[in-house]
């Protein structure tokens, strides 16, 4: 049996380190951190500053950050399996609904439970009506990805009870036991408290991702959104119903579309250890909501333009005789005009980082293009697209740079072909990616050795330096040389403890005595008005109880008034002098509000009670 282990000798000093090899031929970074050199940069502050080592790898190119059982991207014999099945098998014999329920379960699912899974998705379609004001709000030129990315954050405040900030950080994390041990009895009702908050945001996300998507494309439009069907079942053909459905009554998308997108969402539905799978671990690794972690995600995604970059690539290129042009260009590096930069011209939709043969998905996806050609017709993008394809595969220096097309060139081409403007295609692609998100979601919080992102850095910077006063012109104080400008009188009435911050000390002390004066007068007023209820006309004789409690009431009500009225003089005062105006308009209505409640039994509801 061969030994699994890696030793790793340090020939300055002599320090050997045996590393273990463990599955997927990955040794263990935090092993080498054993081996400890003197800091370079910055420099070592003392002869005996010692920093352990630090593996350092831009863009994970030999970096592992999880291990996964979703799906394997096999780039060298180009294979992709999702859970151990063949994609190119799982496009020809299921449903997206059906993969996604493998990608997030681990397992295709029996017949009752695909009925009960197609039932909860479907069930959770309709966005909250105040959602959907909130998309109306959009400017009608906003971008359709910027609005999804926007509404599905905006998820988590419409599901506040599906936030762990809010309802604490075992809200989906299951109990850790150990194997072989059975859980006790808490711990089997906090897995199943974790598993139903899991399926409620599940169904959440993958029924409500297409309502948003449709409403985003509807909204650039500029065409009323539609709800979902009504008993819809299939998740293709409700998308392509909520996108396209006018004022027909009866109108059903083509099945012949419905059955193409199925299989296009069932290949782009997930992809290994892609930019958006670690964005979306990396965010879940924080805490955070699905919905929040799932926003982020979804804006990785939006920075890839690499579907839309095909169409523009081809549009700029114009016709087939041009194709060679431009391929010269490519291959040269560019063109520049005269006196300018030369500018980079790349081949869009060429080569993968993973897939060095060929990308399993592409083949597929080409053969449901010309089906689509078929049945929408073929302009000259179409024939451009197959004829630069042609042109570049037979070309030795694509051939031997492994340039081969990928999944976005016919993605992109097949997104055209179905009419869609080229901002919606990051919305295309995000759709049947939110279900391998959300794989990717569940399976790092169930990690044993799920902890929070934190990736070490190099730091290059200056050692230490000291800091050189700028002077009295930009010094930066709480207290400057320049006297504070005069609070209105309004704010400081609006807010007086913002108001004592800012160091309108004596005003907000006159506001709060003000306000402080204006619910003494009130409470004073409803015992008045109580006493003359319960005070029959014409009972409260001279000097009985009664009376004599209501005047004396009335008395206090004459001094905090007084007292009122010297407040709001001084403050009306001081308000003119710091700024050489008439007192703020929120001043004078305060005073002009100000109940008269001296009246008594003048006030409307005494009068009421008399007549």
Known sequence: MPDNTLTITDPATGTAVTVPIGPGAAIPATALAQFKITPTCPPAMAPTDRVPVRLFDPGFKNTAVCRSAISSADGDNGRLLYRGYDVAELVERADFLEVAFLLIRGRLPSKAEYEQWVFDVMHHTYLHAELEQQMHTFRYDAHPMGMVISTIASLSTFHPEANPALKGDALYMKPKIAPGKEPTDDEAARIASAEAARNRAIARILGKVPTIAANAYRHRQ?????????????YCEN????????????????????????KVFILLAENGSNCSSVMIRHLASSGVDPYTALSGAAGALFGERKSAAVIEMLQKIGSVDKIDAFLELVKSGGSAAPGHRKSRVRLMGFGHRIYKTQDPRVRICKGLVLELFELMGKDSIGDLALALEAKALADPYFTERKLNPNIDYWTGLLFYTLRFPSDMFPVWMFIPRAAGMVAHLIESIDDPEFKIFRPRQIYIGENHRKYEDLGPVRRMSLRGEAPQPAL?????????????????????????????IHSALAEIARAIDNLELRTAEGDAKPGSDKAVDIEGLRAQLAQLNERQARLMSHAAAATSASSGSFPSRGLRQSAAQSPNLLAGSGSPRVIARHI
């Open 222 to 234: 500029g065409r009323p959104y539609n709800s979902p069907m009504h008993n819809g079942r299939d």
């Open 239 to 262: 998308l392509l119903y909520m996108m396209d459905a006018l004022n027909e009554p009866s109108y059903r998308p083509d099945p012949r579309l419905v059955k193409i997108l199925n």
């Open 488 to 516: 209105d009188t309004n704010y400081v009435l609006s807010d007086p403890l913002a108001a004592r911050r800012r160091g309108a000390t004596t005003e907000a002390e006159t506001i709060e005595e003000i306000t402080t």
